[in-house]
């Protein structure tokens, strides 16, 4: 892995100007700003024709003109996956956010505007656009879009990358060699087929069923239970539907959106409560991580839902496998 660029050998007042410069001298011409810059670097590891970078830096914007692409351009097609942070891609009059496990994509021969919302670090990916093949023009139409990754060729990609950067470093670390070419290959037949998907509409969202996002939903909510935000906003900004109809898909089974996340966290602490592994605990600990911070509330909706306290439950359990 080659750092590129690290703003911890640099003045502050220095960090901004030079963030911008080693954009340009890194990627292509561009106008690239930043915030107090107080920790960011570029990293890149090279896979045969392709380069793979990881960048970390405050919130700001990357601009690319028609001046700047008339000035140089490599001709390359980036594909993101936020690693940490939003950011929103603007290019060809489609505009896309993207938070942590997305993926986006913009190029560089077409003018582009990347705001990134927050603190962020990215994994990067450029690949020569005459890598594409046949596929270019068709996947040029599908830059400034967000691309799932909870989609099954998302999580795919995602993977793909995590999996290349750190068998990339390992390598580095003298470990066995791996052959770049046949990685490139495939990331490039990855890049392919997730701009390929259907399911990707104008607007950068699944046109999945109704069952199919329901799916999806209910599945976030049992990875994310532990979140204390997790709820109707957040999960209908998450998968970039409206509150209203998010919870017309819960009122078709009879749900509410507050009442699924409830019922599920409420059978999280249950089966914490009942494991004796998890006897040194204490329940107000078993109910923080799965969301439920406030030990009354908890107490009180535990009771209602399963007709005993959590402690006379605990207690039950513990007896019943002594």
């Given at each position: 892995?080659?750092?590129?660029?690290?703003?911890?050998?640099?003045?502050?007042?220095?960090?901004?100007?030079?963030?911008?410069?080693?954009?340009?001298?890194?990627?292509?011409?561009?106008?690239?700003?930043?915030?107090?810059?107080?920790?960011?670097?570029?990293?890149?590891?090279?896979?045969?024709?392709?380069?793979?970078?990881?960048?970390?830096?405050?919130?700001?914007?990357?601009?690319?003109?028609?001046?700047?692409?008339?000035?140089?351009?490599?001709?390359?097609?980036?594909?993101?996956?936020?690693?940490?942070?939003?950011?929103?891609?603007?290019?060809?009059?489609?505009?896309?956010?993207?938070?942590?496990?997305?993926?986006?994509?913009?190029?560089?021969?077409?003018?582009?505007?990347?705001?990134?919302?927050?603190?962020?670090?990215?994994?990067?990916?450029?690949?020569?656009?005459?890598?594409?093949?046949?596929?270019?023009?068709?996947?040029?139409?599908?830059?400034?879009?967000?691309?799932?990754?909870?989609?099954?060729?998302?999580?795919?990609?995602?993977?793909?990358?995590?999996?290349?950067?750190?068998?990339?470093?390992?390598?580095?670390?003298?470990?066995?060699?791996?052959?770049?070419?046949?990685?490139?290959?495939?990331?490039?037949?990855?890049?392919?087929?997730?701009?390929?998907?259907?399911a990707l509409t104008p607007a950068g969202t699944r046109a999945a069923s109704g069952a199919a996002l329901l799916a999806q939903v209910k599945a976030h909510v049992e990875a994310n239970l532990g979140d204390p935000d997790l709820g109707l906003q957040s999960l209908a900004r998450r998968h970039h539907v409206s509150t209203r109809y998010l919870q017309k898909l819960f009122a078709d089974e009879g749900l509410t959106v507050t009442d699924f996340v409830r019922e599920r966290r409420l059978e999280a602490c249950r089966r914490d409560l009942c494991?004796?592994?998890?006897?040194?605990?204490?329940?107000?600990?078993?109910?923080?991580?799965?969301?439920?911070?406030?030990?009354?509330?908890?107490?009180?909706?535990?009771?209602?839902?399963?007709?005993?306290?959590?402690?006379?439950?605990?207690?039950?359990?513990?007896?019943?496998?002594?």
């Amino acid at each position: 892995m080659a750092l590129l660029f690290d703003t911890t050998t640099l003045a502050p007042d220095e960090r901004p100007e030079r963030w911008g410069e080693a954009c340009e001298r890194i990627f292509f011409p561009m106008h690239a700003g930043g915030g107090a810059l107080t920790s960011s670097r570029i990293e890149r590891h090279h896979v045969g024709p392709i380069e793979l970078f990881r960048l970390v830096s405050d919130h700001g914007v990357g601009l690319r003109t028609g001046v700047d692409i008339r000035a140089y351009d490599p001709e390359v097609l980036l594909i993101a996956l936020a690693l940490r942070g939003r950011s929103r891609i603007e290019q060809n009059g489609r505009s896309a956010g993207f938070g942590v496990g997305d993926l986006s994509s913009w190029e560089s021969s077409r003018p582009f505007r990347a705001t990134h919302l927050e603190p962020f670090e990215l994994m990067l990916l450029s690949m020569p656009r005459s890598l594409l093949g046949a596929r270019a023009d068709a996947i040029s139409r599908q830059t400034a879009r967000r691309l799932p990754g909870d989609s099954p060729l998302g999580a795919m990609t995602t993977e793909m990358l995590r999996q290349t950067w750190r068998t990339l470093d390992a390598e580095s670390a003298s470990g066995p060699a791996v052959n770049r070419g046949d990685l490139a290959d495939a990331l490039i037949a990855l890049v392919r087929a997730v701009h390929s998907q259907d399911a990707l509409t104008p607007a950068g969202t699944r046109a999945a069923s109704g069952a199919a996002l329901l799916a999806q939903v209910k599945a976030h909510v049992e990875a994310n239970l532990g979140d204390p935000d997790l709820g109707l906003q957040s999960l209908a900004r998450r998968h970039h539907v409206s509150t209203r109809y998010l919870q017309k898909l819960f009122a078709d089974e009879g749900l509410t959106v507050t009442d699924f996340v409830r019922e599920r966290r409420l059978e999280a602490c249950r089966r914490d409560l009942c494991d004796p592994a998890l006897a040194h605990e204490t329940i107000s600990e078993i109910a923080r991580r799965w969301g439920l911070a406030n030990p009354a509330h908890f107490s009180r909706v535990f009771r209602e839902t399963y007709g005993c306290t959590p402690s006379d439950l605990r207690a039950g359990a513990l007896d019943a496998g002594a």
